[in-house]
């Protein structure tokens, strides 16, 4: 998976500094340094959204998780509103 997204990461700073030379009019090659500045970044960013995504995640399931244990003592764990139903 992290091989994937620096991958996706690198293209997508390539095709930005790429991009950005077209609208411009100039050599798409006009400094390399850009680029591979570019592809870096990309890398990183892509990376950096991957471990937010999986932490987002994480996240998600421990409030699911209080939220339906808070539920079920709610309705489940009171004795005393269940002997009257």
Do not use: C, I
Request: overall charge neutral.
């Amino acid at each position: 998976m992290p091989a994937t997204a620096t991958l996706v990461g690198a293209l997508l700073g390539l095709g930005t500094q790429m991009y950005s030379n077209a609208l411009r009019k100039l050599p798409y090659m006009r400094h390399p340094w850009e680029h591979l500045l570019g592809m870096g970044l990309g890398a990183v960013f892509a990376n950096q959204l991957v471990k937010w995504d999986a932490q987002l995640q994480e996240d998600l399931d421990k409030m699911l998780e209080k939220a339906k244990a808070a539920n079920e003592s709610r309705y489940f764990g009171n004795e005393f509103l269940s002997s009257f139903l």
